[in-house]
């Protein structure tokens, strides 16, 4: 079974500044990956995924991640914060199992100006 | 449709009565998910319908919860004697193809239960 932790449900950052969203992931096969975004009133939709291959993924927005098996991390990243930004992010994972879409409890990011 | 589409947007009832939440997915998408998301919880996994194959119930949190899928295409989610407890966000998610791991879902906005 795969399953998913966000540090930290609230995260706060000024315009400019360095955005960095942490998720770890369990899984007990090569896990796929995936962060979404959730901006208010709205439904999910995805930034970026990691499947195979380059471990870095770039993704919308001038998001990127980085897929670091040896910790069992997928932390989410940009380097400068644009108000737009402020939204709830969640990370899921997935197996080899193809309905095995987990979630984690999400982290909500404020940008402040 | 050009989206995944759910309906009611909002849903106030109370307690004992049962709803029905109806989501409508993407044009031939294949695989459908619901996941239930709860302040504070993330999203929880409730059930996954794939083609004509038996849906996977295992996030189905009770009996009073189920769910169908007619035609492979719309699915009515069913809250049967709702509790204040099934007050949430009822997220329902398409995806092209079950069986491409890794393939991106495709989310609706919701619908907001409201149990009083």
């Known amino acids: 079974a795969q399953s998913v932790t966000q540090l930290g449900s609230h995260v706060s950052v000024s315009e400019g500044a360095l955005v960095l969203l942490r998720c770890n992931y369990s899984?007990?096969?090569?896990?796929?990956l995936f962060w979404y975004v959730q901006y208010p009133n709205q439904g999910l939709q995805l930034l970026l995924k990691?499947?195979?291959?380059?471990?870095l993924v770039k993704g919308i927005n001038g998001f990127e991640a980085e897929f670091k098996k040896s910790e069992t991390s997928f932390h989410l990243t940009k380097p400068s914060a644009h108000m737009s930004d402020a939204a709830e992010y969640f990370c899921?994972?997935?197996?080899?199992?193809?309905?095995?879409?987990?979630f984690g409890a999400g982290t909500r990011l404020t940008v402040k100006p | 449709g050009a989206g995944v589409s759910q309906s009611p947007s909002n849903k106030v009832t109370e307690k004992g009565k049962d709803v029905e939440l109806r989501c409508d997915p993407i044009?031939?998408?294949?695989?459908l998910y619901w996941y239930r998301q709860s302040l504070g919880q993330g999203l929880e996994f409730l059930i996954y319908?794939?083609?004509?194959?038996?849906?996977?119930k295992s996030g189905l949190p009770s009996d009073r919860f189920s769910a169908e899928r007619t035609g492979g295409s719309v699915s009515t989610l069913t809250i049967q004697r709702t509790q204040q407890e099934d007050s949430a966000v009822y997220l329902c998610?398409?995806?092209?193809?079950?069986?491409?791991?890794?393939?991106?879902?495709?989310f609706g906005e919701g619908s907001r239960l409201t149990v009083l």
């Open positions: 319908f794939q083609g004509n194959s038996a849906p996977d």
């Open positions: 899921a994972v997935s197996g080899n199992n193809n309905n095995d879409m987990r």
């Open positions: 044009s031939g998408h294949t695989a």
């Open positions: 899984s007990s096969v090569p896990p796929y």
């Open positions: 990691y499947t195979t291959g380059a471990t």
């Open positions: 998610a398409s995806r092209l193809d079950g069986s491409l791991f890794g393939g991106e879902l495709f």
